[in-house]
């Protein structure tokens, strides 16, 4: 990076800030609250707006341009979203308010649990879980509750497909279970047999992603649910990928026991835009009594049309506590937002236009770049990023290419089933000529794999840094600046 950074900025005696006279008596602060040398820059304020607008502009970012990183639906969320969770009202309420003064605040989260219920085709939602992963940990505690509280104490194993999302394993195992993979099949679905050979009385449910990572409907949904109830099993849906079914398929209905949603993906929240996420967690009715406590309920003794009363209600043989107060209420608030700004039509047709987004895409790359399994597509798939003629191309390659052609690349090496694997998912906020512009670069990114392989390793070639050891970057990070 050749632009100077705060420190080098820094001259002696220069104040960006000068704070009014003392109006009360000055009295040194604790020696223990002192550091003997802390050399921070002595910057104008000038210097320190034009440093930080810089650093972000360093950064991409889905308000500048497409960011199809396949699973994590990078997709435009509107600014009315963020408007809406910075009102005084919501950031201001103390989650130590009687529910009386917060009523305000309870009919959202009340509203995002009935519109969850809807989406999903469950009997119950808790908004606890942070996350998506957390709701996934907080649905196998669920299952192993409802598994114990019958007697069913033998149970220690959970099934997960080889196509299903990395949190769904790290999860399970997180819960203390045994976790045996299932292989998919030439289609991509669940290999149905290699299913049935694994379901017995050991087994506390399965855990899949539906449309799984590789962007492919389960084909066979309600056949795997049969299986694995015919066991005693439950079934734990990962609806994270919720972006390509809000409107159209309801899960409960296919016969899944319990799934969470990614809120931070489907309803608003950008996805690892470094703040909070949120994973409230949806179950079918025989589970509803194990969702993490409280919920928020209608008083039964209010009336729900004329003066409805919110209270905190414990599910009588809840799993306890999984998260601080109430949940992340910010991203509550943008999805229950986002949801009435679009309404029943809008949450449908957004779904429609992601799945459509993402196959007008396949079809303009398909043939060039390898596809593994030939189908229609959800709102995202998956290629090979790899080419007979170019053996030593990789998709990290064209993934730091791109970067050159000033888009962002998509997911790389996931799924692992994939070999070199390039996750695209465009998401429905993209136009068609943005999308054009990104199929345009894909195959001008295969041609010079052809003819200038070399440009492509050494991409990227005008970023602010070029290639990192990004391995080295994630366990030893250096997160202070020292001469
Ligand atoms: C399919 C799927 N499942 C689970 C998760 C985990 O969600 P989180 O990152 O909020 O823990 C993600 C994240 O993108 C996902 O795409």
Redesign the pocket.
Known sequence: MSEPLIYELSASGREGVKPPQLDVPESPLPKTMLREALPLPEVSEVDVVRHYLRLSQLNYAIDKGMYPLG??TMKFNPKVNEVAARLGGFTGVHPWLDPEAAQGALYIMYSVQEYLKEIGGFAAVSLQPA????G?LTGVLIMRKYHLDRGDTARDTILVPDSA?G?NPASSSMSGLRVVEIPSDARGNIDLQALRAQVCERVVGLMF?NPN?LGLFEEHTEEVADIVHSCGGLVYG?G??MNALAGIMRPGDAGIDVMHF?L??TFSTP?GGGGP?S?PVGVAAHLADYLPAPIVALDPDSSPDEDPFFIFYDPPKSIGRVKAFWGQFGVIVRAYTYMRMLGETGLRQAAEHAVLNANYLLSRIKGVYPLPYDRICKHEFVVEGRFKDAPDVHALDIAKRLIDYGVHPPTNYFPLIVPEALMIEPTETESKQSLDNYADILLKIAAEARENPQLLHEAPHNAPVRRLDEVRAARNPVLRYAH
Do not use: L, P
């Open positions: 699973s994590c996350a998506g992963a957390h996934e999302h949190t992603t990572t990962d994270a990928n990614n931070h993906k996805h996420g994973g």
